[in-house]
């Protein structure tokens, strides 16, 4: 199989190929159309469609937040310590990308007429079935960004195309279920062509995740020349990185302003602008759309931390001003935000790889799942988060509920409610921005600091592709024996 990493010669940066980037990109797809489909789709089809009760699909929720969040740290230091030829991520791409649309499949296949237990058993286990090949499939693709390359500015290339992708993969997952769910008002009600649709996605996002199995390649020399630390010691190194805590409290602000905007703009559509919600996910979604390729001329004028912190504060200041704009004014306040957001988007992860380029300083082991699984553990309860001030916020601005109007949606909304809503939408969120931004200002990696790193990872990385050139002919004269 060609090497689609462009091969340099030892102790220089390594420069990631068009190809590779293409490659990557389409597995990271595949994922979002599932995940997006995923989410979309859940709660209304076990709910809605099967008639599943409230409290069982709670129970169902409960178990599967804690599985959810635990089961990436997990996962990241098993494959952290993967010895094998094929190397510590390729595997489980390749070899968990059946099992995933399996498992997504049968998702939509609890028997329809049977009693609530048995729907509940059936949602639960499937969901963490489900969740258990996501994880390791999201982790393992996260883990390649930091791994093919020493660049920030290579990680960016990479990261811009991986964001583009995974943003098409989820308009796709957002609108592939619209075409073959049940319709409102519709005689037909069988599942039957929604599970069917279920299954080709399924088959098809295994399909692009194998493919790019084959020409993504591996450096060979972290799974063969490194000596993965123990479990306690790796937890610990983890833990105690000053950057890590710094990057994952403001990741966390930005996780917990994500989930918590994407809720909020149906309500805003709803009850502010009284409107179609199109609008709003257009002036979201196309500025956001066209400002990832822009970041790569940003990354070459300033460092990554500078212009995520900059992303950040645009970010926040457009939301905050949205909840005093017009309402006619919102969906500018809402570009402005895509256009910011598409910073946020790209950089994030690259200041996570700077954070384990220096933990390989410092304890000679490249160990992308450790922190990536720890970073997923810390960021996770941020969308419980998110939904738990949403529904806090709301009650506490009086809003009147569609369930509490007999079933019909409430258009005159007290002003208390209304400003509820563009406090979650707007003043909540922008404020958890600006707080990142600030926090991103006791960053170490920065400056002389953070190129004295980077000169340190090139003459590691050397030292251990001449270790690998050793063992390798070591191997191949005991083979001719």
Known sequence: MENTIAETKSGDIRTISTKTRIYYGLAGMGMAVVSGIYGVLLTIYY??????????IAIAMGVYAIWNALNDPIFGQITDRTRSKLGRRIPYLRFTAPFFALTFSLVWFAPEHAPDATQFIWMLVTMLLY?????????????????????????GKLSIVATLFGLLGTIIGFLVPDFF??????????????????IAVGIIAAF???????????????????????????IKCTLTSRSFIVFVVANFMCTFMFSICIGAIYYIA??????GV??????????????????????????????????LFVCGLSLIVLTFLPAALIPLSIAIFGFGYSGVQVINYLLLGQVIDEDEVRTGVRREGSFYGANALITKPAQS?????????????????????????FLDQPETALFAI????????????????????????????????KAEILQMHQEKQEKLAVLDTQTLEGETR
Not at 135 to 154: A, F, R, Y
């Open 131 to 155: 969740d258990t090949c996501y994880t390791i499939l999201g982790l393992v693709h996260g883990t390649l960004m930091p791994e093919l390359s020493e660049s920030d500015q290579e990680r």
């Open 47 to 56: 709910q809605d469609y099967l008639g599943l009760g409230a409290n069982w």
């Open 181 to 198: 769910r049940p319709k409102a008002g519709s005689a037909d009600v069988s599942v039957l062509s929604l599970q069917m649709s279920m």
């Open 422 to 453: 563009r406090a979650v939408m707007g003043l909540i969120p922008g404020i958890s921005l600006l707080i990142a931004a600030l926090i991103l200002f006791v960053y170490p990696l920065r400056g002389n600091r953070l190129k004295a790193i």
């Open 278 to 311: 199109i609008p709003l996910l257009a002036a979201l979604f196309i500025p956001l759309t066209i400002g990832v390729p822009l970041v790569q001329f940003v990354l070459k004028k300033v460092e990554p931390v500078v212009a995520f912190q900059v992303y």
């Open 208 to 234: 692009l995740i194998i493919l790019a199995s084959y020409n993504i390649k591996e450096r060979r020399e972290f799974s063969q020349v490194d000596k993965p630390l123990a479990w306690w010691p790796a």
């Open 270 to 275: 709803d009850y502010v602008i009284q409107a």
């Open 385 to 409: 988060l998110a939904v738990t001030i949403t529904a806090s916020a709301l009650a506490a601005g009086q809003f009147v509920t569609r369930n509490s109007n007999q079933g019909m949606i």
